[in-house]
């Protein structure tokens, strides 16, 4: 079966990213291996359009390299996705732990339909923290090699939610 519309896609990959300045080295950015591949229903992933153009009418045992720009990714960084939130919004009767909350980490949240996200601590500003909530791959280009795991028709769940329900 190859890869189109509403099928369910395996990658086994290694992801290496690049900014935009010349010369810089790619360095890694995340391992999908056979015991964690990476699962998305095609057409209904949320992921970039070129990322999804890219493994089109591949099978299962295809191996695949290519490169996405960051326009192609995801973008360049959004000032607007940059914002403020007061500390005391981050309890530990929400599930929030004091070391959670230093410079750099990552903050499980979820938005307001209840889908979860992350934002980025850019800085502790006291009684508040700047946050990030633009893509941790903005701005980045995305360097892909890789091969396909597993390929197979998407349940009307699957395709209707976007999500794989289970992929074991």
Known sequence: MKISENTVVGLTYELKVTNNEDGSDPFPAEVRDQEDPFYFVFGNSGLPPK???ELENKAAGDTFIFSL???EAYGNPDEEMIVQVPKSQFTQERGFQEGMLEEGNFLPLLDEDGYPMQAKILKDLGEELLLDFNHPLVGMNLHFNGEV????EATGEE???GSIADNG
């Open 51 to 53: 990322f999804e153009t």
């Open 69 to 71: 720009n960051v326009e």
């Open 149 to 152: 795991f597993e390929v197979r």
């Open 159 to 161: 395709v209707e939610n």
